[in-house]
DNA sequence: ACCTGAACACCGTTCAAGT
DNA sequence: ACCTGAACACCGTTCAAGT
C-alpha cells in the first residue's frame, strides 16, 4: 500500500508538541516553575514521561518553547494604524499583561532572551520609533534599547507581583516594606524616608507606561 | 563558671552565614545555578549538608543572600560630588557590571525583587534626580522607573551574555540570529530586515549607557 | 549551640522494550 | 515512528544522633 498522507493533520489524542507545551503552560500558571514536572505533566497527558522526551528536548527547550508562546499570542494582534506613540504603549501594555498573568515567564526571559517573537517585537517598536522620525543612525540602538526596557520592566513588575501572589496582599506586602524604609537611618536615607509612604499607592501598570513614555521621550528628545 | 563572652568574634574555621554566602558566590560564577548545590556547598566547606541549614533557612534564601552581596557590593562605593547625570550613569554601570560578572544574579532578580539593597539603589538615583530639578511631585515615580530600568535592563544583558559564554563567541551568536533575521520575510519585517547587520557590531555596555541616558533625557524633558 | 550524615521524597533524563 | 515505564544518578530537606 501507498504512503497514507497525513489524512488527519491532527489527532486529538496523539502527542505534539504543541499540546505539550499547552499544557505545560497551564501547569506553570496555576503553580509556577516548580509545579512543572515531566511525571506530572506526563500524567496530565495519559502518557509515559519519557514519551515527552520524543518532542521536546529537555525542560530548558520546554520552558523556552512555553515562553515564545505566550509572548507570541501577544505581539502577533498589535494594533495596525494607531498613532505612534499609541502603538507602542499598546504593544507594551501587551508584553506587560503577558508576563504579569505569566510571571514564570518573565524569570525566563531573563534566563534565555532570544525568544522566536524577538524579530516582532523589533519590527513593531523599531517602524513605530522611525515613524516618529528617530534618524536612522540611532533607529537599531533605539529600538534595541525599548525592547530591552520592556522585557526588563515588565519582568521587574512580574517578580514584584510573586510577592504579593503568595497569600498575602499586595498593600500588607508594600506597606510593611515601606515601614522597613521609614526605620532606615534618616541621616544616610533622606530620600527614602521622604517618599516611603508613596510605596503602597502606585499603580504597577500605571508606572510601566509612564516608563515605556519617558523612554521614548527620551529617544525622540535625544535625536538630533 | 560565668558565660563566656564572645571574645573571638569569628573563628576562622566555623561556619556562619557570611562563610557560606562567600562560597555560594563562588559556585554561582564558577558553574551558574545548577552548580550550585547543598552536598558541593557542604563538601567545600568541610561539613555536613544538614550543618549548612542552621545558618539558612533554604535555597531560596541562599540565592537571595548571594544576589544581595553582589549588589550591595557596587551600591555601597557610589560617587559622591559628580554631576547627577554622571553619578547616575556611575551607579547604573555599577549594577551593570555586577550583574555581568554574576549573570545567575540577573536571573535572582526577577525572581526576588526586594533586594536588601534596594533603599540604596532608590536613594542614590533619587537623590540625583532632585538635583536635577525634576520636581517632587514626580520624583517617586520617576526613580522607581529609573531603578526599574536598571535593574530591568542589566538583566537582560545577562541574559544575553549567557548565551556566548557557553562556548561559542559572541560573534559568531549574534552573527547567526542576524542571518536569521534576514532570512525573514522582508514584506513583514522589513524594520528586522533594515537593520540585522548591525546586530552583532553594537557594543552591550555602551548600549546599556545608552539607554539609561535615553531615560534620564526623557525624566529631565517631561518635567512640566 | 552547633554540627554530622544517613534517610526520605522527590527530580530530569535515559533507554531497552514494546506497538 | 512513536510510546512505555522502570532504572539511574542525582537533588533539597529533615532529623535523630552526636559534641
Same mark, same amino acid.
Given at each position: 500500500?501507498?504512503?497514507?498522507?497525513?489524512?488527519?493533520?491532527?489527532?486529538?489524542?496523539?502527542?505534539?508538541?504543541?499540546?505539550?507545551?499547552?499544557?505545560?503552560?497551564?501547569?506553570?500558571?496555576?503553580?509556577?516553575?516548580?509545579?512543572?514536572?515531566?511525571?506530572?505533566?506526563?500524567?496530565?497527558?495519559?502518557?509515559?514521561?519519557?514519551?515527552?522526551?520524543?518532542?521536546?528536548?529537555?525542560?530548558?527547550?520546554?520552558?523556552?518553547?512555553?515562553?515564545?508562546?505566550?509572548?507570541?499570542?501577544?505581539?502577533?494582534?498589535?494594533?495596525?494604524?494607531?498613532?505612534?506613540?499609541?502603538?507602542?504603549?499598546?504593544?507594551?501594555?501587551?508584553?506587560?499583561?503577558?508576563?504579569?498573568?505569566?510571571?514564570?515567564?518573565?524569570?525566563?526571559?531573563?534566563?534565555?532572551?532570544?525568544?522566536?517573537?524577538?524579530? @516582532? *517585537?523589533? $519590527?513593531?517598536?523599531?517602524?513605530?520609533?522611525?515613524?516618529? #522620525? !528617530?534618524?536612522?543612525? =540611532?533607529?537599531?540602538?533605539? &529600538?534595541?534599547?525599548?525592547?530591552?526596557?520592556?522585557?526588563?520592566?515588565?519582568?521587574?513588575?512580574?517578580?514584584?507581583?510573586?510577592?504579593?501572589?503568595?497569600?498575602?496582599?499586595?498593600?500588607?506586602?508594600?506597606?510593611?516594606?515601606?515601614?522597613?524604609?521609614?526605620?532606615?537611618?534618616?541621616?544616610?536615607?533622606?530620600?527614602?524616608?521622604?517618599?516611603?509612604? @508613596? *510605596?503602597? $499607592?502606585?499603580?504597577?501598570?500605571?508606572?510601566?507606561?509612564? #516608563? !515605556?513614555?519617558?523612554? =521614548?521621550?527620551?529617544?525622540? &528628545?535625544?535625536?538630533?
Amino acid at each position: 500500500m501507498a504512503t497514507r498522507p497525513q489524512q488527519s493533520p491532527r489527532r486529538t489524542d496523539a502527542l505534539s508538541k504543541e499540546r505539550i507545551v499547552e499544557a505545560a503552560i497551564e501547569m506553570l500558571d496555576a503553580g509556577g516553575e516548580k509545579a512543572l514536572t515531566f511525571r506530572g505533566l506526563a500524567a496530565r497527558l495519559a502518557t509515559g514521561s519519557g514519551a515527552i522526551y520524543w518532542h521536546v528536548a529537555n525542560k530548558d527547550e520546554l520552558l523556552a518553547a512555553a515562553t515564545d508562546d505566550v509572548i507570541a499570542r501577544v505581539v502577533t494582534d498589535v494594533a495596525g494604524d494607531a498613532e505612534p506613540r499609541d502603538a507602542i504603549r499598546a504593544m507594551a501594555l501587551g508584553v506587560f499583561d503577558a508576563i504579569d498573568m505569566h510571571p514564570w515567564a518573565g524569570v525566563q526571559l531573563s534566563r534565555r532572551p532570544w525568544l522566536v517573537a524577538l524579530p @516582532q *517585537l523589533f $519590527e513593531g517598536f523599531g517602524s513605530q520609533l522611525e515613524a516618529l #522620525g !528617530v534618524p536612522e543612525r =540611532v533607529l537599531f540602538d533605539s &529600538t534595541s534599547a525599548l525592547v530591552g526596557h520592556v522585557l526588563g520592566a515588565a519582568g521587574q513588575n512580574a517578580a514584584n507581583g510573586r510577592l504579593y501572589a503568595e497569600g498575602t496582599d499586595r498593600a500588607a506586602v508594600l506597606g510593611s516594606v515601606a515601614e522597613e524604609w521609614a526605620r532606615l537611618d534618616p541621616a544616610r536615607f533622606p530620600f527614602v524616608h521622604r517618599v516611603a509612604a @508613596q *510605596l503602597p $499607592e502606585h499603580d504597577d501598570r500605571e508606572q510601566f507606561l509612564t #516608563g !515605556v513614555d519617558l523612554f =521614548v521621550t527620551g529617544i525622540v &528628545t535625544t535625536r538630533a
